[in-house]
């Protein structure tokens, strides 16, 4: 209650100098309503994906039947904590599956791309050509 009242006094404040808000949006606006092709289709985009570095590793999986860790490591250039971080999440959400072994006394870290991460991948490769199409006027 005290955070809507602080809210509405701030409202209130920008009022008095004459500052214009934009009108409020619903954030959950039912699921049959949402555009499915156009710039809105952005919002459609999967978050999970949509981040520079986990769409490398699902991309770059897509085209390689796996990929050790060293070898994303070494493609994508960036630090082992980064993509530890970002492959972990992809792990979380069951698009990529993570094996690990030993040959001979070195740690391997293998991924393969998931059936549920390669749909995922055509869904939101998908998308961004309806956003792409839209933006050309198409």
Request: hydrophobic residues 40%; negative net charge; glycine residues 4%.
């Given at each position: 209650?005290?955070?809507?009242?602080?809210l509405a006094k701030d409202r209130a404040g920008k009022a008095k100098a004459g500052v214009q808000e934009p009108p409020q949006q619903s954030l959950r606006e039912p699921r049959r309503n949402r555009p499915t092709?156009?710039?809105a289709?952005?919002?459609e985009l999967d978050r999970l994906i949509h981040e520079r570095?986990?769409?490398a590793i699902v991309s770059a999986l897509a085209v390689n039947?796996?990929?050790t860790f060293n070898d994303l490591k070494q493609l994508l250039n960036t630090t082992d904590g980064n993509l530890s971080v970002h492959a972990r999440k992809?792990?979380?959400?069951?698009?990529?599956?993570?094996?690990?072994?030993?040959?001979g006394r070195v740690p391997r870290?293998?991924?393969?791309?998931?059936?549920?991460?390669r749909r995922a991948l055509e869904r939101y490769l998908g998308h961004m050509e309806s956003v792409i199409r839209a933006a050309r006027g198409g």
């Open positions: 209650m005290a955070r809507q009242n602080a092709d156009g710039p289709a952005a919002a570095v986990r769409l039947e796996s990929l992809l792990e979380e959400a069951q698009y990529v599956v993570c094996t690990k072994s030993f040959e870290t293998e991924y393969k791309l998931t059936a549920a991460g």
